[in-house]
């Protein structure tokens, strides 16, 4: 049962964004440097870019369809909640790890519940 509309969807594309690239300070393992920094940074950019160029009510340049967005965000959640032993960075303290399962896991979650398509067509699509 999909019930999280894409404006929704949308919205969390954005703050997840955000919150990804300020997890090694707001976790405070900035400092520890490596893939438990880099990985979220990156994520967390990457996330917001290609929330830009998907056909939603949050994407300006709106080419890619939700469908692969969802795509996306599953292979980024899977690989930011699996990176923590991909990368040997499981056995540090918990404010390293945890959040890049959780929000790993809670992503997945929210791409589990959200509409493949949206309700109306974006405004870069239409043009």
Known sequence: MRFIPTKVHG???YVVGIALIAAPWL???AAMGG???VIPVVLGIGLI?????????????????M??????DIVASLFLALSPWIFGFS???PNVW???VVVGI?????VLFSKPQPASTPRAARA
């Open 106 to 110: 809670a992503v997945i979650v929210v």
């Open 67 to 72: 469908p692969v967005h969802l795509v996306f």
């Open 98 to 100: 945890v959040p890049h």
């Open 91 to 93: 056995t540090e303290a």
């Open 11 to 13: 919205i969390l594309d």
């Open 27 to 29: 976790f405070g393992f």
């Open 35 to 37: 893939p438990a920094v």
């Open 49 to 65: 870019v290609y929330s830009l160029f998907t056909k939603y009510e949050w994407g300006p340049f709106g080419f890619i369809p």
